[in-house]
């Protein structure tokens, strides 16, 4: 029985080796679920749309440097950072 269910289990890891049909990539899958999860809807949209993840957005799974980052973007939004400002300040390339 062992045998049957560890060869099930290796079949199913194979099949996602296979080549796949489909060559364009499309937003969402197991990607946007992990940052979904993780970071909240606003970054799995933006990483859907094929942005990469900030620092900031990295730090907040460590602990405690998670209070100190949320800490950082509260007082960014208090003097009323916009998302144009940080595009110009980090690049086009997360923002």
């Known amino acids: 029985m062992k045998k049957i ?3 099930g289990i290796m079949a199913f890891m194979l099949m ?3 080549p ?3 060559t364009e990539a499309r937003p969402g899958g ?3 679920l ?3 999860c993780c970071f909240g809807i606003r970054t799995t949209g933006e990483w859907n749309e094929g942005k990469d993840l900030h620092f900031r957005d990295w730090g907040r799974l460590v602990p ?3 209070i100190v980052l949320a800490v950082w973007d509260g007082i960014q939004g208090y003097e009323g950072i916009t998302t144009s400002d940080l595009r110009a300040e980090y690049g086009a390339n997360y923002y």
């Open 5 to 7: 269910l560890v060869a």
């Open 16 to 18: 996602g080796m296979m």
């Open 20 to 22: 796949q049909a489909e």
């Open 30 to 32: 197991i990607g946007g």
């Open 34 to 36: 992990l940052v979904g």
């Open 64 to 66: 405690f440097v998670n």
